[in-house]
């Protein structure tokens, strides 16, 4: 079995697809491995990938996470983060996204509207 660094390192190398599809083929059972893969990666990009590859895996024990992502200052980071909480709507992703909306500094309008949206978009999914 090809481990979370291979994968990882064959993004690096520019073949992100091929690394996207081994890491999803890993499974659901390998998401406490790529938050951790996270958390030490310092290229935003691979970062972004683990995101999305993450939030693809559509299991809702990743919303925390998810939460957590969205405070990554790269914004194809957190853009992937919101991503994965707008399709994971539910309660759940609808208080994590009001919380990061909570506490946007006055200096992140961009990051403001993406939050809105996403926050509108969920808040409506979930009331249907």
């Known amino acids: 079995m090809t481990s979370i660094n291979s994968y ?4 690096r190398k520019g073949h992100r697809e ?4 081994g890491l999803m083929e890993l499974g659901e059972h390998a998401v406490g491995r790529l938050e951790d893969a996270y958390r030490v990666e310092v290229e935003p990009s691979i970062r972004a ?3 999305e590859v993450i939030w693809q895996l559509r299991t ?4 925390p996470f998810l939460g957590e992502a969205l405070q990554d200052p790269a914004p194809e980071v957190w853009k992937q983060a919101l ?3 707008v399709t994971l709507a539910s309660a759940e992703s ?3 996204l ?6 946007i500094g006055d200096d992140r309008d961009e990051f403001r509207d993406w939050i809105d949206g996403a926050v509108e978009d969920v808040s409506g999914r ?3």
């Open 94 to 96: 609808l208080r994590v």
């Open 18 to 21: 091929s690394a996207q599809l």
């Open 126 to 128: 979930i009331d249907e």
């Open 49 to 51: 990938l683990i995101v």
């Open 60 to 63: 809702h024990a990743s919303i």
């Open 83 to 85: 991503d994965g909480l």
């Open 8 to 11: 990882l390192d064959l993004a």
């Open 98 to 103: 009001e919380s990061a909306r909570d506490r």
